[in-house]
Structures are given as structure tokens and as C-alpha cells.
């Protein structure tokens, strides 16, 4: 099912700051690439859509949510709030109840859950609704990653799980 076969730890540090947020999200139907004078809204993923908004964008930030969960509810205003300050990158929502066959193929366990996908590698996943702050801090972290480092690393650690090794370091 899903483009993204390979979760990376791409040495973006874990934010430590107290996780907080409030207020509902809204989506649109398809993302805006930023182009012209368009403000970016979050685009709604679902099982369908997922393989293409992913592999066709570079950058795709997905936050996993429910309607009925308060701390979702928290991080929808910031989530938009970087939507409308980086409309050059992908601003996605998959609903967890709408599409439990997704949330399972990455088990999510926790909601809010925060991934950040590039050039179809998962460089960031964490629970939580993070604070604005926070936020912007990991976009920035995410941004500045050396994808192609990204990918050696990959290689490495697949090659030493494929020879009974662990990854060296």
C-alpha cells in the first residue's frame, strides 16, 4: 500500500518542551503547492490519496488526529498556523477513526501523532501536540537535513539488520 517503506532517524532532536495547543481544524480537498498567492490549508489523506500526495510533494507534514480527542483539538490552530507561515511545504491530516487501516499501517498508538515525510522517507515521528515554538523548531530541523545522508545512514543500518549486525556507529 504505502510509497513510504522506510522510517529513518534522521538526528532530528526530540523536542523536551512541554506539550500543549486549542480549537477545531479545518481541511481543504487537495493541497495548494504554494504556488502564486495562495495560503497552504491542511489537505485531508486518506488510504486513497495517501501514495500520490506523498510521493508527489518532497516535504509532507502529517498529523494524525480524532475529533474527540482534546489534545488534537489543542494542535489543530498551531498545525494551521504553520500551514499558513510555510506554504511551500505539505500540510496533511489523516482522521483516525475515518482511516484506522492507515493509522495502522504506521502504528499510531498516540494522538496527536506529528510525522514529517521527505522525498518519501519518514524523518520525523512523534506523539504529542507540540507548542508553536516547537513546532517551527522541528520544521526548521527537518528542513536542514542532508537527504542524501539521510539515505546513506539508511543503507548502513539495512545492510547490518541484513548481515546479523547492528547498525555501526
Known amino acids: ?92 491530516k489523516v482522521d483516525t477513526e475515518a482511516q484506522q487501516e492507515l493509522a495502522a499501517a504506521f502504528e499510531i498508538q498516540s494522538i496527536p501523532t506529528l510525522m514529517i515525510v521527505r522525498e518519501n522517507v519518514a524523518v520525523f515521528a512523534q506523539p504529542g501536540a507540540l507548542p508553536e515554538s516547537v513546532l517551527e523548531d522541528v520544521i526548521g530541523q527537518a528542513r536542514a537535513l542532508d537527504m542524501d545522508e539521510v539515505r546513506q545512514s539508511i543503507k548502513k543500518a539495512e545492510a547490518g539488520a541484513g548481515n546479523g549486525e547492528g547498525p555501526k556507529g
Open 1 to 92: 500500500m504505502c510509497v513510504l517503506a522506510t522510517w529513518a532517524v534522521a538526528g532530528i532532536a526530540r523536542p523536551s518542551a512541554p506539550l500543549s495547543g486549542a480549537s477545531p481544524h479545518r481541511t481543504a480537498g487537495r493541497p495548494d503547492t504554494g504556488r502564486g498567492n495562495h495560503v497552504m490549508s491542511t489537505v485531508e489523506l486518506t488510504k486513497e490519496n495517501f501514495d500520490q500526495v506523498v510521493s508527489e510533494n518532497e516535504f509532507v507534514l502529517i498529523d494524525f488526529w480524532a475529533s474527540w480527542c482534546g489534545p488534537c483539538r489543542q494542535f489543530a490552530p498551531v498545525y494551521e498556523g504553520a500551514a499558513e507561515r510555510h506554504p511551500d511545504l505539505v500540510f496533511a
